[in-house]
């Protein structure tokens, strides 16, 4: 198993420009998600999704959309990137949101993609 | 108020001691608690989950929750440097799909 893997790992944008992020898992996992890391901070979610179909915001949704097609495949898109998006983006899976005491909500997460805006 | 606190360290302690990192949470709803390790530019990964006051143990590694003082602990015994790393606490509401994370703490094992 590959786990979650992302592309690209570092991308340079300028400011205006759109692009997307990928995100694949082999481990047919119910639940995906995307965060963002900023420097010295912890996670943010960004959306998430409960299967093909289904996504729905998280904490800082705003410049961002997501689709989920299939359960494999979970990109997230930028369009007009603004500098305050720099950040690395992590992208996470998870058999299921799990119920107390079971194992099944922990989240897998990819290498990370880094992305500078200028 | 932060969702989350946690002492951003470094916390530095020689090779072969107990590591103690700390977290405090606000919200009383929290059921689900992690500890996460991330090395420098790389991505986090599961250390230990805990649901249940009390303790927790997995080799070198116990976690600790206390709902009522709305706290959770990771203590790592026997420090390697290969510990080196920041430490993120995070938790999941009952009724939600989120995890809230913690900035982290950065812990240092002096060789």
């Known amino acids: 198993n590959a786990g979650v893997t992302q592309t690209p790992k570092f991308r340079i944008l300028k400011i205006g420009q759109s692009m997307t992020l990928q995100c694949t898992q082999d481990?047919?996992?119910?639940?995906m998600y995307w965060y963002r890391q900023d420097p010295g901070m912890g996670l943010k979610l960004i959306y998430y999704?409960?299967?093909?179909?289904?996504?729905d915001k998280g904490e800082v949704p705003n410049g961002y959309n997501v689709s989920r097609s299939t359960t494999e495949d979970f990109p997230l898109r930028l369009e007009l990137a603004a500098p305050s998006q720099t950040s690395v983006y992590f992208c996470?899976?998870?058999?299921?949101?799990?119920?107390?005491?079971?194992?099944?909500?922990?989240?897998?997460f990819g290498p990370g993609t880094r992305l500078l805006v200028l | 108020q932060k969702e989350v606190e946690q002492n951003s360290g470094p916390l530095s302690v020689p090779e072969g001691a107990i590591a103690s990192l700390n977290c405090t949470y606000s919200?009383?709803?929290?059921?689900?608690f992690f500890w996460y390790r991330q090395y420098s530019g790389k991505s986090p990964e599961l250390i230990m989950f805990?649901?249940?006051?009390g303790d927790k143990e997995d080799g070198r590694f116990t976690a600790q929750l206390n709902k009522a003082s709305q706290y959770v602990s990771l203590l790592i015994r026997d420090s390697q440097p290969s510990d080196s790393a920041t430490y993120l606490c995070?938790?999941?509401?009952?009724?939600?799909?989120?995890?809230?994370f913690g900035s982290g703490t950065r812990l240092l094992v002096r060789p």
């Open positions: 996470a899976s998870s058999y299921d949101r799990g119920a107390a005491g079971g194992s099944g909500e922990t989240q897998y």
């Open positions: 919200d009383r709803g929290s059921q689900s």
């Open positions: 999704s409960v299967g093909a179909g289904i996504t």
């Open positions: 805990i649901y249940s006051n």
């Open positions: 995070a938790y999941r509401m009952d009724s939600s799909y989120k995890l809230i």
């Open positions: 481990m047919n996992h119910n639940y």
